[in-house]
């Protein structure tokens, strides 16, 4: 093979890394945002032509996906969105109270003052982009999990574990993705149940004062609010 043909490669190398880069970020938006829903089938062609991206991307994009658990192989059938359940969530649940009060800990006794400005920020940023009334706004939806998921990062990075972080990383994606299910989702609701941004603020002051037990309580307390009203909404769901 000549010099001029392996140069030729290298672009194309990087051009198919691009592009299964940018489908697996598409697909993930889709799968977490809830336009493709649990159980729903991932047909290639399909996606191919919605997404206007080759068939070997997305493929590829789908497999790391389903390494990520939001996706699960079918055998001959392909791929589908993985399923929900009120067992998973409770596991995720109580799966993400267990890392969140250990790295909280830790972040609490590793973290220095541009951590502490770190958070500040974060909540500030999220207090200024209030929980949207309308589920049907995606850009606002879209706006208030991106800030949701900085300000929770925020609280914990400071741990100093880039294991935690990703294992962190992961049930936060699928903590979002069941938030975000329609058919048991309505955030007027939530609004009246909860002040979110008070809980929000009560976790950061305990933080921020290295109060340790009175932290890890508040967040567990905070997630297990957040599960048990998407299972009342997914509950309601069955009994209609």
């Known amino acids: 093979m000549t010099a001029a043909r392996l140069a030729s490669d290298k672009p194309l190398e990087a051009s198919e ?7 697996f970020n598409l697909l993930r938006h889709d799968i ?9 089938r991932l047909k290639l062609v399909e996606l191919q032509k919605h997404y ?11 497999m790391r996906l389903e390494g990520d658990g939001l996706v699960v192989s079918e055998g001959q059938k392909g791929f ?19 890392l969140e009060a250990i790295m909280l800990t830790a972040a609490m006794g590793r973290g220095d003052a541009e951590w502490e400005a770190g958070i500040i ?3 500030h940023r999220l207090s200024k982009n209030p929980l ?11 706006l208030w999990e991106e800030r949701h998921r900085e300000f ?16 962190h990383a992961q049930l936060v994606d699928h903590s979002e993705r069941y938030r975000r299910v329609r058919m048991f989702h309505s955030f007027p609701l ?51």
């Open 190 to 240: 939530e609004q009246q149940a909860r002040n979110i941004d008070l809980e929000h603020r009560a976790i950061m002051d305990a933080v921020i004062a290295r109060s340790t037990d009175e932290a890890a309580r508040l967040m567990t307390q905070h997630i297990q609010r957040t599960a048990d009203i998407v299972a009342a909404y997914w509950k309601a769901g069955d009994s209609h």
């Open 32 to 40: 977490l945002g809830g336009r493709l829903k649990p159980a729903e």
């Open 132 to 142: 949207p009334s309308d589920s049907s706004d995606l850009t606002a939806v879209n």
């Open 152 to 167: 929770h990062h925020a609280l914990v990075y400071a741990c100093e574990s880039p294991w935690l972080m990703r294992f």
């Open 52 to 62: 206007s991206i080759g068939i070997s991307p997305i493929r590829e994009s789908l």
């Open 17 to 23: 890394k691009t592009l299964s880069e940018k489908a």
């Open 121 to 123: 920020a974060a909540f």
């Open 80 to 98: 589908a969105v993985a399923s929900v359940s009120l067992k998973e969530l409770e596991d995720l649940t109580w799966a993400r109270q267990q």
